[in-house]
DNA sequence: ATCGTACGCAAACACTGTTCGCGAACACCG
DNA sequence: CGGTGTTCGCGAACAGTGTTTGCGTACGAT
């Protein structure tokens, strides 16, 4: 049994003790990666393209991550100190929507986060700090400590998956996506799908039945 | 105004009516990519592994697919077609969750589905036609068409959300991503982390919580 | 001043998705 | 039966990708 070879990047020392000290930080890094991919993409986040970014060669990253998932997980968790976490109101409902409202928000300003975190959930220091802050919001709720980790992970993936949807909405080139389904309803076969584009009130006040459906949800989660 | 410049793969024709026939199809293309997927992961379905496996050059899938994007909307709408679906019983609730346990076994089937149906949601012929089973379902029920919808998308999410954490729970490999919970719970920051982590009963019936929380999340989604 | 160590990084490796160009294969048509 | 028009199969090449290796360099401590 050799057991896991290498531990997650947040139990690695940045910096060895003895020898040349480096130039730069995990966190300058980071910072830069996020940058990047807000501006162009996350498939613009290549070592070579954010190395040049920081004005280094792309071997150099190698001594601040090990990988590249490494440097995924690390904007992820640069992305959960962005919260602003006050102390618990005692209304529970208010608060986990809060939350979520400030997820949306982080979402919204990095476009590449719904993805990664719906793919990769990682919990980093600052995620360790939201999830500590949603436990305290819960500390009276009566569910099983599980439940209230289900709550968290829904949250998670219910805000990601509503973003994801608005940012979809606002990209033309996803668009095209939506023309398979006229065409299916024109064919007439599908006549529910046929009744339902026809519906004239399609519109999405996406603010209100956010928060409505995570509520209901999440309540539904926490029994 | 130049418009969207291709439609989707399911507009555009497989086979061109003159000329040398094809050799394969789509079908066959497609479930050569399953099957490789699901034995080695979706990272081994490169346009070169994939055409190895059907014992032709790469460039060559080309004449079947756009690009490689267009053979993972293939692969998820392939998936869509496991679907059984029966006459609606009368019981929304009870139809409801029997697609869901369908989704649920489809995507242990296939460990890769999870990721691509959270990363990009895609309707397909089969697709379609669940979206029109589940709309049957609710025909009598009073939501709206759009809460309807919502209540697709959610069912997918969540259920692709809760396989990702049954498959990561029994692969060993991304157990390490704890290790740094139980570093954070000893630690003494993080209290309720650490009551959490010291809860005996973390276990977790998946099974029951999985249709219980659908079923709560989808009476929330739908009003 | 020397030593030990880690850092920065050019070059190379093994890949990847995709495009080009051309010969071969077929269906049709006169 | 022999063109002819069109598509198909695909080797080769292009522009990238993540990652490893090796080595000169820069630093802290002795």
């Known amino acids: ?30 910072a830069a990666a996020v940058e990047l991919a807000d501006r162009e993409g996350l498939d613009a986040v290549s070592m070579r393209r954010l190395a040049a970014a920081l004005g280094t060669g792309a071997a150099s990253l190698y001594r601040y991550v090990a990988t590249r998932d490494d440097l995924l997980d690390l904007m992820i968790d640069r992305t959960a100190g962005e919260y602003r976490l006050p102390v618990p109101s005692g209304d529970w409902q208010a608060d986990l929507l809060e939350i979520a409202h400030q997820a949306r928000q982080i979402m919204r300003r990095h476009p590449w986060l ?28 009566p569910a099983e400590a599980a439940h209230k980790l289900e709550a968290f992970a829904v949250l998670n993936a219910l805000t990601a998956l509503f973003v994801q949807n608005e940012l979809a909405a606002a990209d033309p080139s996803a668009q095209r996506q939506s023309a398979f389904l006229s065409h299916v309803a024109t064919a007439g076969t599908h006549p529910r799908i046929s009744a339902l584009l026809a519906d004239p009130q399609l519109e999405r006040n996406s603010r209100d039945r956010f928060a409505t459906v995570l509520t209901r949800a999440l309540t539904g989660v926490l029994g």
Chains 1, 2 share one sequence.
Do not use: F, N, Y
């Not at 360790?128 to 919001?137: A, I, N, R, S, W």
């Open 114 to 141: 719904p993805v990664l975190v719906v793919t990769r959930p990682t919990l980093g220091p600052h995620g360790t700090d939201l999830l500590e802050h949603l436990l305290d919001v819960l500390a009276d709720h």
């Open 1 to 30: 049994m050799a057991g896991q070879r290498e531990p997650v990047i947040w139990l690695r020392p940045e910096q060895a003790p003895v020898g040349r000290p480096a130039e730069r930080s995990r966190a300058e890094i980071t």
